[in-house]
C-alpha cells in the first residue's frame, strides 16, 4: 500500500461521502452547496486520471456556474415547496435495490475490461503535428472531432433559444431575470471590482495555452462567463435585454467563424471542417478566439435564466 | 521529495475532508457557506502539491481556476441566502 | 487495484446514487442535482475507459477526454435549461411539484390571484 | 545546493500542513461561526502561504514560481473579502441562522 493508493482511497471515500450526502441531506440549500463542493472536488479526481483539460472544465462548470445557477432557483423555490408526499418505504427499498443493481452492472464493466484495450491515443499523436497543436486534447476538439464542438456550441445556442421561450409574450426580449444583490456599499462590490481584471487575465491564458498545454477555449469562456456574472450580480454593470444586437452578435460570432472556415476547408482542403495544410494552428487559434467569446456570453445567459422585465423607457 | 510531497497532499486533503464534515454537518447555513471557503484554501494547497510531486505543471492551472471558483462559488452562497430572507420578509410583510 | 479502478468503482456507485436520488426525490430541483450526480458518476466511468489506454506517452486516451469536455458543457445547458422550465412551472401554477393528482401545493399570492 | 532547497521544502510545508491541522481542530472546537470563520481564514491562508513558499524552490523557472506566488495572492484577496460577506450574513442573522 504506498501512499499515492492510500491518497485516492481517502479522496474517493470523502467524493462518495459528498455525493451521497447532496442526495439525503432534507434542505434543498445543503444540498446544492455538498454539489458544489463535489465538483471542486471531482475535479481533484480528474486530475488523479491524468485528464487535466476535463479538471478544468469540471472546476469552472461542475463547481462554480452549475452551483450559481442552482442556487438561484432554490432562494426561489424555497417559499413555493409543494408538498411532495415522500415515496413510500417499499418502493424507495426496490428503487434502491435496482440502482444498487445497474452501479453493480457498470462495477462489473469496469473490474472486467476487455483483452485488447482500445485506443486512439496513437493515431491522435501520429496526427497531431500536422495541426501545429501540443495539447492532444485541443487536436481531438478542432481537428479530429471538429464537427462535434462545431454542434455542441449549436446546441448551447438552441439551449438559449430554449430558455428564453420560456419567458411570457409580454416581456419577451426583455431583462433577464437574474437576481442582484442589492447592496452598494457592501464589500461584493470591491471583490466585483477587483476579481473580474484578474479573471480576464486568466480566461485569455487559458485560451492562449490551449493550443500547447491543458486549457482552450471551454475553461477561458468559462471564467468570462463567471466574472461577468460577477459583475451583474453585484449591481456594477445592467443585466442587458436580450434584444441587443452586440449581445447575438458575441452569440453566435463564434459558431459562424467556425463553420465559415470549416465551409472554406470545402473548397481549399477537400473536406467540410478540414484546414488547409499549413494553416492549422492560426485558423483554430481564430476560433478559439471567438468560441471563448461567444461561449463566455452563452454560459452566463444560461445562468441568467429568462427574460422577466422589459425595458424602462 | 515526490513521495513527500505526496504526503504533505494526503495530510492535507485528511484536514480539509475533516473540516468538510465539520462545516456541513452543523446545522445553520452560516457555516455551510464556509465550505466554499475551505476548499478554496484546502483543495489548492492539495493540488500545487500534487503538481510538485507528479512533477505536471499544468495542475498549477487547475489550482487557479479552483481558487476563482471557489470564490464565485462563495459569493453565490452569500447571496442565495441574503435572496432567500428577502423574499421571507416580502412574503410576511406583502401577504 | 489500481487507482483508475478505484475511481471507476466510485463513477459507477455515484450513478447508482444519482438514479436513486432522481427516482425517489419528490421535488424537481432535487431531481435536477440527482441527475447531475448521475452524470459526473457516468463520466468517471468514461475517465477511466480512457485512463485505461494510456498510450503513446500520455496520460490517457485524448478522445473520451475531448468527449467528458464536451459531455459536461452540455449537460450544463441542460440543466439551466431544466431549471428555467421548474421556475417557469412556479411562475404559472404558484407549485413546484411534479405530481398532477396533488393540487394541494402551497398557495402563493400567484396561485390566489 | 539540491539538498538545501528540498529540506527547505520539507521544513516550510510541514509548517503549512501543521496550520492546515489548527485550522481543523478551530473548526472542529470553536464554538460559534465567528470564531470558526477566523480559524477558517487565518489559518488556512497561512498554512497555503506555507506551502507555496516551500514549493518555490521546486518550481522550473521564474514563469511558475511567479504563477504560484499569484494563485497564493488570489487565494489572500478573495478569502479575505468572502469571509467579510459570510461574516455580514452571520451577523445579519445571528449565529444560529
Known sequence: MTILSVFDIGLVVLILGIGASTIAVREAFAAVIAFVVYGLLLSIAWVRLSAVDVALTEAAIGGGMTGMLMLGAVARLRLAKGNDARVSLPTRLSVGV???LIAAGLATAILV???????????????????????????????????????????????????????????????????????????????????????????????????????????????LAAMWLLVMIAGLENVPSISQRWLRLLLVVGPVIFLAIGLAGMVLANAFLAYPPGYAKPLIVAVEIALTLSIGVALGLLAAGPPERVQQQ | MASFLFGAAGFVLTMVAFGLVAVLRRPAEVDHMMAAQLLGTGGVAVLLLLAGATETPPIVDVALLLALFAAFAAVAFVRSASDQEREVSEAAGGG | MNAATLFGLSGAALAGFGLYGLVTNPEPLRKILAFNLLGTGVFLVFGVVSRRAAASGLGGDPVPQAMVITAIVVAFAATAMAIALVLRLLQETGRSTLSADNPGGTDTVRGNS | ???????????????????????????????????????????????????????????????SALKLVSIWLLVQLSGAIVTQLIAGAVRQRGPRG
Open chain 1, 113 to 223: 475490461p476487455p483483452e485488447v484495450i482500445p485506443t486512439l491515443a496513437p493515431a491522435v499523436m501520429e496526427n497531431l503535428a500536422q495541426s501545429g497543436l501540443g495539447n492532444p486534447v485541443a487536436g481531438v476538439l478542432f481537428v479530429y472531432r471538429a464537427l462535434d464542438t462545431l454542434l455542441e456550441k449549436v446546441v448551447l445556442i438552441l439551449a438559449l433559444l430554449g430558455v428564453w421561450s420560456l419567458a411570457p409574450d409580454s416581456v419577451w426580449g426583455g431583462i433577464p431575470g437574474l437576481r442582484v444583490y442589492a447592496r452598494p456599499d457592501s464589500t461584493l462590490t470591491f471583490l466585483a471590482q477587483l476579481l473580474p481584471p484578474l479573471g480576464i487575465v486568466v480566461a485569455i491564458y487559458m485560451c492562449w495555452v490551449g493550443a500547447k498545454e491543458p486549457g482552450g477555449a471551454f475553461q477561458g469562456g468559462t471564467v
Open chain 4, 1 to 63: 545546493m539540491n539538498l538545501v532547497f528540498d529540506i527547505f521544502t520539507i521544513c516550510a510545508v510541514s509548517a503549512g500542513a501543521f496550520f492546515f491541522l489548527a485550522g481543523t481542530v478551530g473548526l472542529l472546537r470553536f464554538p460559534d461561526p465567528l470564531t470558526r470563520l477566523h480559524a477558517l481564514t487565518k489559518v488556512d491562508n497561512l498554512g497555503l502561504g506555507l506551502v507555496v513558499l516551500g514549493l518555490l524552490p521546486q518550481a522550473d523557472g521564474s514563469f
Open chain 1, 98 to 100: 435496482l440502482c444498487a
